[in-house]
């Protein structure tokens, strides 16, 4: 479980640095698998930020925080459930923006839908590992 929080913790800083680059840049992000103007409208949607945020910035602080963690429960630092906390709360965010792309926007973003894998892989990896 400890790997599994790693490796999908990198992917998510990975993902958010990439939307994060792009949104201060002001260029369009690569949209494989869906119609590019499907990431258009997802990155350019008043749903791309929360509290004035954008959710790329709050992901990338929450994949951060999940691999600080995730550190200091494999060295014996902390308990286990600031971890369970954290990745629940990101779960269900990205359950819910995924309902938004999918009612609300009628589009997908490439990376808002592997940044739901990622959390929900670590949701599982949490809950049932």
Known sequence: MITILYVFGVIGL????????????????????????????????????????????AGFFMYAAILVLTYFYAAGMIRFWPILALVTFGFLF?????????????????????????FTVMFIAVWFF
Request: with cysteine.
């Open 14 to 57: 990975l993902d958010t640095l990439y939307l994060m680059y792009h949104k201060w840049k002001g260029t369009e992000v690569a949209c494989p698998f869906f119609p590019k103007e499907w990431c258009h409208t997802v990155q350019h949607s008043r749903e791309s930020k929360t509290f004035g945020i954008p959710n790329s910035v």
């Open 94 to 118: 990205s359950l819910y923006f995924m309902y938004v792309q999918k009612f609300v926007l009628r589009a997908f973003c490439t990376w808002c839908v592997l940044s739901f894998i990622n």
